[in-house]
Nanobody
């Protein structure tokens, strides 16, 4: 099992940047694929980005491709989401999640979830 804790959310202006962190405790992060999802008020939770067990392969939603970057530090048991050129549509609660299989956009494959961190982009 693994426990996940997100941090780094906050208020940022349009065009600004934030870096989210997802720290794991329990089993080593090298055993997991880790994804970031987000949920805006009144909307379903949606996939943002994912990174594989080693940290070498990544996958992004079209809406964030070229603006967001996911990275993984297995030695620190931490995954990061660097968010640049942020837009009001990026406003949401961001969750990290972990799974042992590579099906990055399939939310039901993720077994472990953090509590979420709020990101607000003001215009």
């Amino acid at each position: 099992q693994v426990q996940l804790v997100e941090s780094g959310g906050g208020l940022v202006q349009v065009g600004g940047s934030l870096r989210l962190s997802c720290a794991a405790s329990g089993r080593s992060f090298s055993s997991y694929v880790v994804g970031w999802f987000r949920q805006a008020p009144g909307k379903e939770r949606e996939f943002v980005a994912a990174v594989d067990w080693s940290g070498r392969s990544t996958y992004y939603a079209d809406s964030v491709k070229g603006r967001f970057a996911i990275s993984k530090d297995n030695a620190r048991n931490t995954v990061y989401l660097q968010m640049n050129r942020m837009k009001p549509d990026d406003t949401a609660v961001y969750y990290c999640a972990a799974t042992t299989v590579w099906a990055p956009t399939t939310i039901t494959t993720y077994n472990y979830w953090g509590q979420g961190t709020q990101v607000t982009v003001s215009s």
